[in-house]
């Protein structure tokens, strides 16, 4: 009734401009539709202009991290657009009773308009709830995007199921029923898609990998820090700038190497050898003995060695022959030089296991290997360290009369040619 006197006041009033209709005719149902386009219209402005601003205002003012994604990925915004549409979809239909087909192809497009509107505005909340836990910290324990790509893949399927059932009228349980025919067909098209789930949750449940990781995995060319993990793929920015993108079931599936627990550790461990020549390996002399007691951190070792050896020597009952005495090598004295270098060295880790050690012989001479660790894991700071010592060693091996090793080259020919 109430209707009906409100089309009617509208076809009166346009009886008094000369236009002569009934109450259901074109002409009032357009100014009804204008009426409720304008207002849907205001109320964008209402809610854009004040709601919305004000909210993002207040936001920026309190500069929290959680406030800024909303803003970024606008929300908000997206929420003021839906109000229109919703105010569209309850005015329009019952403007249009009096015709059928119209009102029945409006109400169904509005009600599907408002279904994308609100897909459209959950997928926005998703991304700004997958920047803060980002911000955070959260990403890095558990691979979120991943659960938000999985939600919005779902809510999209939803959102067709229901979008069908809107536009044919139908039950949306009827469609989904029918989904169960083409299970296998979802389950071939989406292979990785279920893959890649299910290893995200073997990962954060495991915790095998977090963002910022260096992870090494040969197999795939893969040896860098994590970048992303997403529902089907992980993304790594390898150290040569390339990137490599390795399928998420692929870290769970296969053999790989998480440097991270070194970078947590504190230390960066050094294993390298230097090859010594055999046949510069001897026993030392009395004065080459006390010529290296100059050396200030060797100087103990060399004071507490000497009065061991020569307590040895001098209660030997048997003939003083070269071999039943016990002597220094120039070997043993280096590795001990090189073990208290080690220790007094600043950039080395004095709380995690340190040696000099030999390694067996082989065709290419002695290895004597340094095993230590640095108390600074970043890349640069470590390389620097590791070549400082093993500068240090080659420039004082001759002090200690030994060689490297080294293979017969093309220079090595040329002094031959020019000493004959």
């Known amino acids: ?31 009804f539709i204008l009426a409720a386009v304008g207002v849907a219209v205001i109320s964008y402005l209402i809610v854009y202009k004040i709601i919305v601003r004000t909210v ?25 657009l839906l109000v229109p549409i919703m105010i569209l979809d309850l005015l329009i239909p019952p403007i ?11 109400d169904r497009l509005l009600g599907v308009s408002v279904l994308v509107m609100f897909i459209w505005m959950t997928f926005a909340l998703l991304d700004a709830l997958n920047e803060i836990a980002d911000n955070k910290g959260v990403t890095r324990r558990m691979p979120i ?16 199921v229901v979008s069908v059932s809107i536009l044919a009228n139908e039950s949306p349980v009827i469609f989904l029923s029918g989904l169960g025919v083409a299970t296998g067909l979802v389950m071939l098209v989406f292979k990785d898609t279920i893959l890649g789930f299910v290893a995200g949750i073997q990962l954060a449940a495991n915790r095998m990998v977090s963002l910022n990781d260096w992870i090494e995995m040969n197999d795939y060319g893969a040896n860098g820090s994590i970048e992303e993990v997403s529902l089907t793929t992980v993304k790594v920015r390898n150290f ?23 970078s947590d550790s504190g230390g960066r461990r050094i294993m390298r ?24 951190i060797l100087r103990e070792f060399l004071f507490e060695k000497s009065r061991e050896i020569k307590e040895f020597n001098e ?44 390694l067996a012989p082989t065709s290419e001479g002695l290895p004597l290997q340094i095993y230590a660790f640095t108390n600074n894991t970043d890349w640069v700071f470590y ?36 000493q004959e």
């Not at 249009?96 to 409006?106: A, F, G, K, R, S």
């Not at 995007?145 to 067709?160: H, N």
């Not at 048997?318 to 001990?336: E, K, Y």
């Not at 017969?408 to 020019?418: Q, V």
Request: hydrophobic share 45%; aromatic share 10%; net charge negative.
């Open 1 to 31: 009734m109430l209707d009906h006197g409100v089309r009617q006041y509208v076809s009166d009033k346009l009886a008094l401009m000369g236009v002569n209709s009934d109450p259901y005719s074109t002409e009032p149902t357009i100014i």
């Open 56 to 80: 993002n205002f207040a936001i920026s003012k309190n500069k929290k991290s959680w406030g800024n994604s909303l803003t970024n990925h606008e929300v908000l915004e997206k929420i003021a």
């Open 96 to 106: 249009l009773t009096h015709h059928p087909v119209l009102e029945t192809l409006t």
């Open 145 to 160: 995007k991943s659960f938000v790509q999985l939600i919005k893949l779902f809510t999209f399927f939803v959102g067709i």
């Open 240 to 262: 040569d700038n390339t990137v490599t993108m390795l399928p998420a079931y692929a870290l769970v599936q296969n053999a790989f190497i998480n440097w991270q627990g070194m």
């Open 273 to 296: 050898s230097v090859n010594i020549d055999l046949t510069s390996i001897r026993f030392m002399t009395e004065e080459e003995i006390e010529a290296l007691k100059e050396i200030r």
């Open 315 to 358: 209660n030997l009952e048997d003939v003083h022959h070269a071999a039943n005495l016990r002597q220094m090598t120039n070997v043993g004295v280096f590795r001990a030089y090189l073990t208290t270098y080690l220790r007094s060295h600043k950039d080395i880790h004095h709380y995690m296991l340190f040696m000099v050690r030999q």
């Open 383 to 418: 390389e620097g360290v590791q070549a400082d010592i093993f500068d240090h060693i080659y420039a004082i091996m001759p002090m200690f009369g030994l060689r490297p090793f080294q293979a017969f080259g093309g220079h090595d020919a040329g002094r031959i040619g020019l």
